[in-house]
């Protein structure tokens, strides 16, 4: 397996963009989440899926901040507009409830600069 | 609220001496407890999970042994390598009817010195 795959790896944008963040979990993991990572917080969870269904979003920072998992296999994480304290390492990661382990896999992450 | 607290946040050893990372919580009802490693840059690789019913768990030179009751982890390395310096995190989830995220604890950064 690829692992669970994200893009882009790196983003630069400017202020009051909208920016797209993707994720394609690992096959057959039914949970899926959204963390950011910055210098002063460390990893803070944003919010996740089962089965696609959004289940926990209370750690979206904002209402600039959406995410949607429209089918199994592909996630984003939506920011609009964006802002310079947007700028953070993006990290998704997806676990498969049914092993009773829910040993959690990230993604190789976005490092997002919002300039 | 759960907090999880990694000390030291930094330690630099030379090679081949065996060392402890630690994690504590403040929540004792937790599912398992993950360590990772974060290289510089790059995504978070899993190094060990603990489930909550567990006392330890094994990879190569590594160990790490949960006591859930007084809220606390460790993580021993053991004979220590230059390719071992990364950044360790520690990661509790809490107990609960489904896959819920991961708390995170700060980390600590670790150089092995050649």
């Known amino acids: 397996d690829a692992g669970v795959i994200q893009s882009p790896r790196h983003e630069v944008t400017e202020m009051g963009q909208e920016v797209t963040l993707r994720c394609k979990p690992i096959?057959?993991?039914?949970?899926l989440f959204w963390y950011r990572q910055t210098m002063m917080r460390g990893l803070e969870l944003l919010i996740y899926f089962n089965n696609n269904v959004p289940i926990d979003d209370s750690g979206m920072p904002e209402d600039r901040f959406s995410a949607k998992m429209p089918n199994a296999s592909f996630s984003t994480l939506k920011i609009q507009p964006s802002e310079p304290r947007d700028s953070a390492v993006y990290f998704c990661?997806?676990?498969?409830?049914?092993?009773?382990?829910?040993?959690?896999?990230f993604g190789p992450g976005t490092r997002l600069t919002v300039l | 609220k759960q907090e999880v607290t990694q000390i030291p946040a930094a330690l630099s050893v030379p090679e081949g001496e065996n060392l402890v990372l630690n994690c504590s919580f403040t929540d004792s009802a937790i599912y398992n407890l993950q360590w990772f490693r974060q290289d510089p840059g790059k995504g978070l690789t899993s190094l060990l999970l603990i489930q909550s019913s567990q006392r330890e768990q094994t990879s190569g030179r590594l160990n790490a042994s949960l006591d859930k009751s007084s809220g606390r982890s460790t993580l021993y390395i053991a004979a220590s390598q230059p390719g071992d310096s990364a950044t360790y995190l520690c990661?509790?989830?809490?107990?609960?009817?489904?896959?819920?995220?991961?708390?995170f604890g700060k980390g600590t950064h670790l150089i092995i010195q050649p």
């Open positions: 096959s057959g993991h039914d949970y």
């Open positions: 990661a997806s676990t498969p409830w049914a092993s009773g382990v829910n040993e959690q896999f």
């Open positions: 990661a509790v989830r809490a107990s609960g009817g489904g896959a819920d995220g991961l708390t």
